[in-house]
């Protein structure tokens, strides 16, 4: 009892990081910016009290430009990647921009376009939702009754009545 293997350990090891404990660049943040020579900087501050930072600045010509992320991973080494920018047009005639994800995944170049750039925990670089394989909390949380019901062998309609109940008041 209680040894190795014991238990539902097994089930958070290889739980997906979330969009929630990722550090997020979004093009929110840096669209009144983008004209090339911008420079500046981002902070987040943590619930801990902690503050983290990322530098950035563009480059290029009205038609291609780049945003330079730079910032130290672990207090150990400086990053500086290059995030290519490009646009689609709006119907108010200014051009929307986005981020194209500089991450190469098993050897291919994503190349997505994005509107959120994340670095979550032990990531070194940023890069889009779907390179970083991330989810959201919420769909970690979701029917997480229903499944603890099904293994003890009763109906999905007890679980969703109890929930209903007793969890969302």
Request: net charge positive; charged share 25%.
């Amino acid at each position: 009892m209680g040894g190795q293997g014991s238990g539902n350990w097994y089930r958070w090891q290889g739980k997906k990081a979330t969009v929630e404990e990722s550090l997020v660049v979004t093009m929110k943040d840096l669209r009144k910016v983008l004209f090339t020579g911008a420079v500046g900087s981002l902070v987040w501050t943590w619930n801990r009290g902690g503050k983290s930072s990322i530098g950035y600045y563009v480059t290029g010509s009205a038609d291609w430009q780049t945003v330079h992320l730079h910032y130290r991973w672990r207090d150990t080494e400086d990053v500086n990647i290059p995030v290519r920018l490009t646009t689609t047009p709006t119907q108010f005639g200014r051009p929307r921009f986005w981020f194209v994800c500089p991450l190469i995944v098993r050897g291919i170049t994503c190349n997505q376009r994005a509107g959120k750039l994340y670095l979550p925990p032990g990531a070194k670089y940023f890069g889009c939702r779907k390179c970083h394989d991330l989810t959201y909390r919420s769909c970690q949380e979701a029917h997480q009754t229903e499944r603890v019901f099904a293994r003890l062998g009763f109906d999905a309609e007890v679980a969703k009545l109890w929930d209903r109940r007793y969890r969302r008041e």
